[in-house]
């Protein structure tokens, strides 16, 4: 809706207390080619409004002489928090980045709102607030009581929740700076096996959860005609297409009529898992290409590697993955489906 300029005046809690001429500079010219692109966003006060989002925009506007200008009227539960925060020009990061996640979560604002609003950019915003929701627990904790700082917060962050806590406290320990985190966090991903099932992907899923967890190479450990997605045609696409490598390693797939005996419950799944790591060590250099390896993930057919839901039956990527760590191939497993990094997995005795 259109709406009187006179009528509008700038919030007092706005965090963002000065305008900058550069800004001003660039939104008068675009109004001025353009005309206006989105809308303000204002609450409705007694007396007329306040501007929530749009302070640049406003200021333009004005500048240019224009009487009214377009906004969008929002109504905030809660705008006795907004009013608390007039205070808070020196706030700190952790307090800022809970400011900037309840406008983004109570009052439904977007990155590029909430940066309007307290004066930073659409990337520093969502990275205050993933500092908040995307940190372990205990390493949120450090983060807000000051004893691990924002930048080195920021790298953490490329790490799953369940991998954190780790690689903090080893942080801690050898008193890394924010680019030994850097150098040293490549080589903590190389230590843990990630594994994916292919069960109820498209090849699109697939490579965005595999980009996800910056996998390097995937590994397709499916006996030739086990599961869906046709080996070859992944060989010919993936390194060229998606830039992860593609292995086919069928000779690292459960034998069919051990898969059958398992399928058909003539055996449990202890018995599954201690015959397929026989299976395994009849030959050990079918592990010599996981030395010194790039982040590598383990392809196999169900989605899940230990039964859960729907799935009775184990994934033989689990009790591979667990072998390749009991060796010291690797020192974790992660698994994509069950998000869920496990250090010391359970096996059945040889």
């Known amino acids: 809706m259109q709406i009187p300029l ?43 409004y306040e501007v929530v989002v749009g302070r ?20 905030f539960g809660n705008p006795q928090y907004l009013d608390s925060q007039r205070t808070k020009r020196d706030i ?33 915003v969502r990275d205050k607030i993933s500092l908040l929701t995307d940190l372990e627990d205990s390493v949120c904790e450090k983060f807000k009581n000051g004893e691990l700082p924002a930048r080195k917060g920021l790298v ?7 991998e954190q806590p780790e690689f903090t406290q080893k942080m801690v320990d050898q008193n890394w700076t924010r680019d030994d985190l850097r150098a040293n966090i490549e080589d903590f991903q190389r230590d843990t096996v990630v594994t994916i099932g292919c069960e109820g992907l498209d090849r699109l899923g697939l490579v965005s959860q595999l980009r996800e967890k910056n996998v390097d190479i995937l590994v397709d450990v499916r006996s030739p005609a086990n599961g869906h997605f046709d080996p070859d045609k992944l060989a010919s696409r993936f390194e060229r297409v998606h830039g992860i490598e593609y292995r086919h390693n069928p000779e690292l797939g459960a034998p069919a009529e051990l898969l059958e005996s398992y399928e058909s419950q003539e055996i449990d799944h202890d018995e599954f898992g201690d015959r397929y790591r026989m299976f395994l060590h009849e030959d050990e250099r079918k592990f010599q290409g996981f030395r010194k390896s790039p982040k590598t993930a383990l392809m196999g057919t169900r989605k899940y590697p230990v039964p859960r839901d729907d799935q009775g039956l184990f994934c033989h990527r689990y009790h591979l993955a667990a072998e390749l760590v009991e060796a010291g191939y ?20 040889l």
């Not at 640049?56 to 109504?75: D, F």
């Not at 009052?107 to 990337?123: H, I, P, Q, R, Y």
């Not at 953490?156 to 369940?162: A, D, F, S, T, V």
Request: glycine share 6%; with cysteine.
């Open 6 to 48: 006179d009528d509008i005046r700038v919030s007092d809690f706005c965090l963002c207390s000065e305008t900058d001429p550069d800004i001003l500079d660039r939104i008068r010219e675009t109004y001025e080619q353009q005309g206006q692109g989105e809308p303000l966003i204002v609450r409705s006060m007694d007396d007329g």
């Open 92 to 124: 700190r990061n952790q307090e800022l980045g809970e400011y900037c996640e309840t406008l983004s979560q109570e009052f439904g604002l977007a990155d590029d709102e909430v940066g309007d609003l307290v004066g930073l950019s659409s990337k520093s």
């Open 56 to 75: 640049h925009q406003l200021e333009s506007a004005r500048e240019l002489g224009w009487e009214t200008i377009e906004a969008t009227v929002k109504s």
């Open 330 to 349: 690797f020192e974790r497993m992660y698994d994509i489906a069950e998000d869920t990094v496990i250090k010391h997995p359970t096996l059945p005795k």
């Open 156 to 162: 953490i962050l490329q790490l799953p929740k369940e």
